[in-house]
């Protein structure tokens, strides 16, 4: 069954399919958007009692899907101690960043070169670091937070492909999150230099940042975006994008700066605001 669904992963025409998606769960067309939203909610059993909104406020399936918590939903870990989960989901792989390179699942890896769109100089800069890969499933809260305190320094929009990330496809993909769609963004704050990923998937229609709004996806090329000092600056749990439809966030630390909670590992869920680590 596995392979069958990874051979159709490879055959399917991943962005022609997402930007019909995305037409879709854009629709405010009150049938289209009623039922998308309606069968969603039973298929995948989202927990509706902490949105801030009832299901008839909003305006498309995209604007049920980005939906907003009610305040207090997510209390925060002491942030001074502590790395926050930027989203909640569930832990694809955390762990030690090891000669450059990231452990996806079963012996795959990725280099941190590879997730940053080729710069070399910023991945170097996170070697003998650590990293946290956190799946999204469907039924999440799927706006994105900051693990830590701090500043934007830029960002690189990477084209590519739109595999799903689920664990199947993580354990027979080569490369699966530096080979699909993504967005890095590095920020530099009181605990040094990290960055936070957001890789998008199959059907994903789209990324938001607070920041830039809307990014334009499906492009060809990289995409590179510095900013000045102290133009965006943001505190540990403050949201800094959305996605629609999906996905991933995989977040990359330097070293000598955090330790994981030892109880936390590959498949177990976690919360936004959740302690992941403590600051060295």
Same mark, same amino acid.
């Given at each position: 069954? $596995?392979?069958?669904?990874?051979?159709?992963?490879?055959?399917?025409?991943?962005?022609?399919?997402?930007?019909?998606?995305?037409?879709?769960?854009?629709?405010?067309?009150?049938?289209?958007?009623?039922?998308? #939203?309606?069968?969603?909610?039973?298929?995948?059993?989202?927990?509706? $009692?902490?949105?801030?909104?009832?299901?008839?406020?909003?305006?498309?399936?995209?604007?049920?899907?980005?939906?907003?918590?009610?305040?207090?939903?997510?209390?925060?870990?002491?942030?001074?101690?502590?790395?926050?989960?930027?989203?909640?989901?569930? #832990? $694809?792989?955390?762990?030690? #960043?090891?000669?450059?390179?990231?452990?996806?699942?079963?012996?795959? +890896?990725?280099?941190?070169?590879?997730?940053?769109?080729?710069?070399?100089?910023?991945?170097?800069? @996170?070697?003998?670091?650590? @990293?946290?890969?956190?799946? &999204?499933?469907?039924?999440?809260?799927?706006?994105?937070?900051?693990?830590? *305190? *701090?500043?934007?320094?830029?960002?690189?929009?990477?084209?590519?492909? &739109?595999?799903?990330?689920?664990?199947?496809?993580?354990?027979?993909?080569?490369?699966?999150?530096?080979?699909?769609?993504?967005?890095?963004?590095?920020?530099? %704050?009181?605990?040094?230099?990290?960055? $936070?990923?957001?890789?998008?998937?199959? #059907?994903?229609?789209?990324?938001?940042?607070?920041?830039?709004?809307?990014?334009?996806?499906?492009?060809?090329?990289?995409?590179?975006?510095?900013?000045?000092? %102290?133009?965006?600056?943001?505190?540990?749990?403050? +949201?800094?994008?959305?996605?629609?439809?999906?996905?991933?966030?995989?977040?990359?630390?330097?070293? %000598?700066?955090?330790?994981?909670?030892?109880? &936390?590992?590959?498949?177990?869920?976690?919360?936004?605001?959740?302690?992941?680590?403590?600051?060295?």
């Amino acid at each position: 069954m $596995s392979k069958t669904f990874i051979r159709l992963q490879h055959l399917a025409p991943h962005h022609a399919v997402s930007r019909l998606a995305g037409k879709f769960a854009g629709s405010e067309t009150p049938w289209i958007r009623d039922r998308l #939203i309606h069968r969603f909610i039973a298929a995948y059993d989202v927990d509706m $009692s902490e949105a801030a909104r009832p299901v008839a406020a909003y305006a498309s399936f995209n604007d049920f899907f980005t939906r907003e918590l009610k305040p207090g939903a997510r209390p925060l870990a002491d942030a001074g101690a502590h790395v926050l989960s930027p989203a909640d989901g569930a #832990i $694809s792989q955390i762990g030690a #960043i090891s000669d450059g390179r990231i452990f996806q699942a079963k012996g795959r +890896e990725f280099t941190a070169t590879q997730l940053l769109g080729g710069d070399a100089e910023i991945a170097a800069r @996170f070697e003998g670091g650590s @990293f946290a890969t956190i799946y &999204l499933s469907p039924k999440d809260y799927h706006r994105v937070h900051m693990p830590a *305190g *701090g500043e934007l320094l830029g960002t690189v929009y990477v084209p590519g492909d &739109l595999f799903s990330v689920n664990q199947v496809t993580a354990e027979n993909v080569d490369d699966l999150f530096a080979r699909n769609e993504r967005l890095a963004c590095v920020f530099d %704050g009181p605990h040094g230099l990290f960055a $936070s990923v957001m890789v998008g998937a199959m #059907i994903v229609a789209g990324v938001e940042t607070v920041w830039g709004g809307r990014e334009q996806a499906h492009a060809r090329t990289l995409r590179h975006r510095s900013y000045a000092d %102290g133009e965006h600056t943001f505190a540990a749990g403050d +949201e800094m994008g959305r996605f629609f439809l999906g996905s991933t966030v995989v977040l990359l630390f330097e070293p %000598g700066r955090v330790e994981w909670d030892e109880s &936390l590992g590959a498949g177990d869920a976690v919360r936004m605001g959740q302690a992941l680590g403590r600051w060295l």
